[in-house]
């Protein structure tokens, strides 16, 4: 979804922090410090979020700004797919998260499939990695990409609860619950299956 104000905040964001990081000038830095209070103010105008927590969650971070990096574990069983209930919509998702320092892509999916879903899985192969603004999501602050890993089950038992889902259960692909589209949409859980069972040498790209 392209909203034009959101992307322009966006850029207006990452060159500030970009020139805050690298600049030396200090009359430049005023400039930058300028840039990024202007997207914060853009941010907390068309949200009617307060300064403050646009600030926090948008505006934050020191050092050149990259994409924030969000990790999916795609888990088969006869079929069906792995989808867990997510506690903050109460929508279904690949089990999954923000990529955590210190762990490679597959240990992040690895853990997150056993806190949230509560089973053990071996990390299999890659099946995508998807910029999220060329896909159905609705409008976030964050520039994301998106990384699907196969996983094969190896044990565990299904959570009944965990800190952020309420629900665990396998669905195959004509029988889909409501799907948390901030986390993965129809389409992507659809072609996900599809990629599992084909050729391993098979990547989504973009």
Known sequence: ?????LQWAKEIQAISQAGLAYGENGYDLERY???RKISVEMMSHFTDT???????????DTGYQTPKVDIRAVVLKENKVLLVKERADGAWALP???ADIGYTPSEVAVKETREEAGYQVKPV????ILDKKCHAHPPAPNYVYKIFILCELVGGEALEVSLE???????GEQELPPLSIERN???????MIELASGPASQVLLD
Not at 50 to 60: C, G, M, Q, Y
Not at 165 to 171: D, I, L, R, W
């Open 1 to 5: 979804m392209n909203i034009p104000w």
């Open 33 to 35: 410090e300028a840039l």
């Open 165 to 171: 889902t309420t629900e665990v259960g396998f669905f």
């Open 185 to 191: 949409t129809v389409e992507q859980v659809k072609r």
């Open 96 to 98: 999954g998260g923000w």
């Open 50 to 60: 307060p300064i403050d927590k646009v600030t926090e969650l948008f505006a934050s």
């Open 125 to 128: 192969r890659l099946l995508a």
